[in-house]
């Protein structure tokens, strides 16, 4: 099979992180993309747990751990402590 030039392969394109509303399984996953949709939303809820600072801050948001979505003020929150996935 014939190579293309450098200049000429696809590049994978990185899409910069939005701060908008997020499905508690999608940002998961984006924090553990090698890992199934479960134990990622399970890690991430334990590491909301765990940060006292993070959990008393989503708290005061109406976060709550059985929460499915996230406002784009709780996804702030979260980006500004655990950083951009």
Known sequence: MKELPEEEEEEEEE?????????????ACMYNPNITPRCAIRIFTKWIKINKELLRLLTATG???????FTPRQVQIITSILDIP
């Open 15 to 27: 899409i910069p992180f939005r701060i908008k509303t997020y499905k508690k399984k999608e940002l």
């Open 63 to 69: 976060y709550h751990p059985r929460t499915r979505t």
